[in-house]
């Protein structure tokens, strides 16, 4: 066994930022995970929605071990093989036709921001309007903690990023209320299912009917699917569920399986908006990211990831009620809630 890990409530030297459990995780091997001292655990966070693949998987590590020895990062400079690869995969599981790379989710969606308001400038609109949503989340930047829907990320940060209209969940009355008569609306953007704000699911009704609004008025529709992507609801992207396509999709999290990626997916209306010089990063779409990228999507496809995704989130459900049977009875555990692998529990706790 090894020493006494080291973990302390508040490290003296890393920025005290999280809330964190006293856990020091040494290594891990598919969906398990054991700790310094040498105690397993079912890893059922996987890494917030990251390891797509679970632990050390016997096809991805020996492939980012042979991107490792060849490039790990070149620079956007240079043609990126597998950017090309990478894209074409994204767009024919999509539906849609160009990708933007970058590193992280907030990222991702810092582009589809930068997306939405060039095409309102491109349009003449000159103070673009986005709708965004109650409860959502897209990330800590000063424009996406701005996006998002909760007030204690945003305390302490302003003044906020203006151009956001904020409406509720599943009510398209509230939304054409909120956008009647404002040229200003350039894009709808939202989580097909909340993941931090507590899994709350967009309607398939709903979903329609917001993807037939942006096509009569002429707006973007940007589904965030950084944390719903990559086949954890059981379909590759949760929108597909509700047969839509948008306009532009930003992604991450489980497109790398722990290798930082991100991505921006456009269809027609948004690929060309950006153009050279309009938007860059360092590392996005770097050789080993996009070594990552292309093994996560080939193993998930050979494995039947997205099957597995439907047949053991609908056992882990099934599970998740009966065992809390009494407290569902009681009220005190209010909801189960979800698709395939997202799964949330409501009680009153938590909530209350
Ligand atoms: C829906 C959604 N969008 C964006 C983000 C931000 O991603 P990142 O933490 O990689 O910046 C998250 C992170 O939890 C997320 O759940």
């Not at 597909?240 to 306009?247: C, H, V």
């Given at each position: 066994?090894?020493?006494?890990?080291?973990?302390?409530?508040?490290?003296?030297?890393?920025?005290?930022?999280?809330?964190?459990?006293?856990?020091?995780?040494?290594?891990?091997?598919?969906?398990?995970?054991?700790?310094?001292?040498?105690?397993?655990?079912?890893?059922?966070?996987?890494?917030?929605?990251?390891?797509?693949?679970?632990?050390?998987?016997?096809?991805?590590?020996?492939?980012?071990?042979?991107?490792?020895?060849?490039?790990?990062?070149?620079?956007?400079?240079?043609?990126?093989?597998?950017?090309?690869?990478?894209?074409?995969?994204?767009?024919?599981?999509?539906?849609?036709?160009?990708?933007?790379?970058?590193?992280?989710?907030?990222?991702?969606?810092?582009?589809?921001?930068?997306?939405?308001?060039?095409?309102?400038?491109?349009?003449?609109?000159?103070?673009?309007?986005?709708?965004?949503?109650?409860?959502?989340?897209?990330?800590?930047?000063?424009?996406?903690?701005?996006?998002?829907?909760?007030?204690?990320?945003?305390?302490?940060?302003?003044?906020?990023?203006?151009?956001?209209?904020?409406?509720?969940?599943?009510?398209?009355?509230?939304?054409?209320?909120?956008?009647?008569?404002?040229?200003?609306?350039?894009?709808?953007?939202?989580?097909?299912?909340?993941?931090?704000?507590?899994?709350?699911?967009?309607?398939?009704?709903?979903?329609?009917?917001?993807?037939?609004?942006?096509?009569?008025?002429?707006?973007?529709?940007?589904?965030?699917?950084?944390?719903?992507?990559?086949?954890?609801?059981?379909?590759?992207?949760?929108?597909?569920?509700?047969?839509?396509?948008?306009?532009?999709?930003?992604?991450?999290?489980?497109?790398?399986?722990?290798?930082?990626?991100?991505?921006?997916?456009?269809?027609?209306?948004?690929?060309?908006?950006?153009?050279?010089?309009?938007?860059?990063?360092?590392?996005?779409?770097?050789?080993?990211?996009?070594?990552?990228?292309?093994?996560?999507?080939?193993?998930?496809?050979?494995?039947?990831?997205?099957?597995?995704?439907?047949?053991?989130?609908?056992?882990?459900?099934?599970?998740?009620?009966?065992a809390l049977k009494t407290e569902l009875a009681s009220?005190?555990?209010?909801?189960?809630?979800?698709?395939?692998?997202?799964?949330?529990?409501?009680?009153?706790?938590?909530?209350?």
């Amino acid at each position: 066994m090894s020493a006494a890990p080291f973990i302390e409530a508040a490290s003296p030297h890393v920025m005290n930022t999280y809330g964190r459990v006293p856990i020091a995780l040494s290594h891990g091997q598919g969906c398990r995970v054991w700790d310094v001292n040498g105690k397993q655990y079912l890893d059922a966070l996987g890494g917030i929605a990251v390891n797509t693949l679970g632990h050390n998987h016997p096809k991805l590590v020996p492939a980012l071990q042979d991107q490792l020895s060849k490039l790990i990062h070149t620079s956007n400079y240079y043609h990126v093989p597998n950017q090309e690869v990478l894209a074409k995969k994204l767009v024919e599981l999509s539906g849609m036709t160009n990708v933007f790379f970058c590193s992280t989710g907030l990222e991702a969606n810092e582009a589809a921001l930068k997306l939405a308001r060039k095409f309102g400038h491109d349009k003449g609109i000159e103070r673009p309007e986005i709708v965004v949503y109650e409860k959502a989340f897209h990330g800590r930047s000063i424009a996406t903690l701005s996006a998002t829907g909760n007030p204690k990320i945003q305390a302490g940060f302003g003044p906020l990023v203006e151009g956001f209209i904020r409406v509720p969940l599943n009510n398209m009355d509230s939304l054409r209320a909120a956008t009647a008569n404002n040229p200003n609306v350039v894009a709808v953007f939202f989580e097909a299912i909340q993941g931090e704000g507590g899994i709350h699911a967009m309607h398939p009704d709903y979903l329609r009917a917001v993807r037939q609004l942006c096509d009569e008025r002429n707006w973007l529709l940007m589904i965030d699917e950084v944390q719903c992507g990559m086949g954890r609801t059981g379909k590759w992207f949760a929108h597909q569920w509700a047969g839509i396509t948008p306009d532009v999709m930003p992604l991450a999290k489980g497109l790398g399986s722990g290798v930082p990626i991100g991505a921006v997916v456009a269809g027609p209306k948004a690929a060309n908006i950006f153009q050279v010089g309009n938007h860059g990063t360092t590392f996005g779409g770097n050789p080993l990211a996009m070594r990552a990228g292309v093994e996560t999507i080939r193993i998930m496809e050979e494995e039947g990831l997205l099957v597995n995704a439907t047949q053991v989130g609908a056992h882990l459900a099934g599970a998740l009620a009966q065992a809390l049977k009494t407290e569902l009875a009681s009220g005190s555990v209010k909801e189960i809630r979800g698709q395939g692998l997202m799964l949330g529990i409501e009680d009153l706790i938590a909530f209350g």
